[in-house]
């Protein structure tokens, strides 16, 4: 037999890219990242714009919080079907198709109000738009754990991703240069620019609607063992005495909402306690920096076209680059080596912002900055998606994973909410510097999971 050359050994992990679930992630991951930066990126340069404080700004970050409880309603996008719906397109796409048409609709309602006239009817709009986004989320985790095997979740993690910041390039420059091809003028605000530029981008959610109707409901076989074990549920919830639609309400309630998170700590016992911890702090500095990052660039005199150009295209296709890079050393060197890498870089790069700080404008500076940050958050995206892939029972894969991802925004998101204060208080210098602290102690986190998962596989991780 020929040995493999370490060159050919790489190009075969590529070809998981190849795979037409792992294509088709491309274009789901662009549904899910497009209402996201709307109402959590863009959203702050527009209001800015509009003269609103950063203060305010800050505060407006707590609408990332709907993605921070998404799991209080994931056991009923994991359970509950839609009248209609479910039986033509299955129990994840019916689900994905009706909050993709939310998504739509809440985008067309931020589009026709203008923040400085109507600031509370813009948070009403925005925080439809996360309700509605999150609940996608929950039905899109789930369907990529259980399209396919482990060993492409780290690919599909990576597409996912990269639809995702493509997204990212529409929602943040694209509505920048949409904007700015019908400004009259950069010096003085107008709400025309911002209605136009965001009805496109509720027209856009076509992508996923459309996506949703092509793509096949995914067959996610349920381990003998969860079987077993609620059938035995349902047995004692019918010898303590209940009969008839009390003992299906009962039991469906226990399947759906209880069953994911005792099955969770019966996998993982005293081990849950460490990863629930590195999954609420793991994206912790990259969530509170990059409130402010708009604020920052709107402050240091960076044009729309500069930011557009800079830190939405060039740097979203540097996150990109990072995903796919992020994929790939997921399945060559393993999952915790490359979380732990991205966990260093995530905070590291974050310092680069306080020598930008200092420099004022400077596009070039700009360029190398979002180069370094962007590179690393798509390798520690990549990583982080697939282990929480990993964690999951495909038997309650929305549940158990909603509140994954719900633990990773939870506790940043509110720290994120005093940014702005900070900033006012401190300046972005400090600012910057404490981002890039909270990040250190996730790598010690990281280090005791590796070990945690080398002594206890933590059982029926698929289900």
Not at 224 to 244: C, K, M, P, S, Y
Request: some cysteine; aromatic content about 12%; overall charge neutral.
């Amino acid at each position: 037999m020929i040995p493999t050359s370490p060159a050919a050994g790489w190009l075969d992990s590529l070809k998981v890219y190849a795979h037409p679930r792992v294509i088709g992630m491309l274009f789901l991951g662009f549904s899910a990242g497009l209402p996201l930066i709307l109402v959590l990126g863009t959203l702050s340069y527009w209001l800015r714009e509009a003269g609103i404080d950063r203060s305010t700004i800050g505060y407006f970050s707590w609408i990332g919080l709907a993605y921070g409880f998404k799991w209080v309603w994931s056991p009923l996008v994991d359970r509950l079907p839609l009248p209609g719906l479910t039986r033509l397109l299955g129990r994840r796409r019916s689900w994905l198709l009706l909050s993709q048409l939310a998504i739509a609709g809440a985008l067309f309602g931020m589009a026709n109000t203008d923040p400085a006239q109507a600031l509370e009817r813009m948070v009403w709009c925005a925080l439809a738009v996360a309700f509605a986004s999150a609940t996608q989320d929950i039905a899109l985790d789930a369907y990529r754990i259980e399209a396919v095997e482990q060993r492409l979740q780290g690919a599909m993690a990576a597409t996912y991703q990269g639809g995702y910041r493509i997204a990212m390039i529409a929602a943040s420059a694209g509505v920048l240069w949409l904007a700015a091809s019908v400004d009259a003028t950069d010096t003085a605000y107008e709400h025309a620019p911002w209605r136009f530029a965001y009805l496109i981008m509720a027209a856009s959610m076509g992508v996923g609607i459309l996506t949703t109707l092509l793509i096949r409901e995914p067959d996610a076989p349920v381990s003998a063992d969860t079987v077993q074990r609620e059938a035995r549920t349902r047995e004692w919830l019918a010898h303590e005495g209940l009969h008839g639609p009390l003992l299906a309400t009962a039991a469906w309630v226990h399947g759906a909402v209880v069953s994911p998170f005792v099955d969770f700590i019966r996998r993982y016992r005293w081990h849950a306690v460490l990863l629930l911890a590195l999954i609420g702090t793991y994206r912790i500095s990259d969530v509170v920096m990059g409130i402010m990052a708009n604020a920052f660039y709107v402050d240091m005199g960076y044009t729309k076209d500069e930011v557009a150009n800079v830190a939405k295209v060039y740097g979203v296709g540097m996150t990109i680059v990072g995903a796919v890079i992020g994929g790939v050393l997921t399945a060559r060197i393993g999952v915790m080596k490359t979380l732990f890498l991205g966990a260093a870089l995530s905070s590291a790069t974050n310092l680069l912002f306080v020598w930008l700080a200092g420099r004022g404008h400077d596009v070039n500076g700009l360029i190398f900055a979002i180069s370094a940050d962007n590179l690393s958050a798509g390798i520690a995206s990549s990583a982080f998606v697939a282990y929480l892939s990993g964690l999951t029972n495909v038997a309650y894969s929305a549940t158990q994973y909603a509140l994954f991802s719900s633990l990773m925004l939870l506790l940043p998101k509110f720290i994120a909410g005093f940014s702005g204060v900070y900033v006012d208080a401190h300046g972005y210098e400090a600012f910057f510097t404490a981002t890039a602290l909270l990040g250190v102690p996730v790598l010690g986190l990281v280090v005791l999971a590796g070990r945690a998962r080398g002594r206890d596989s933590g059982g029926e991780a698929r289900g």
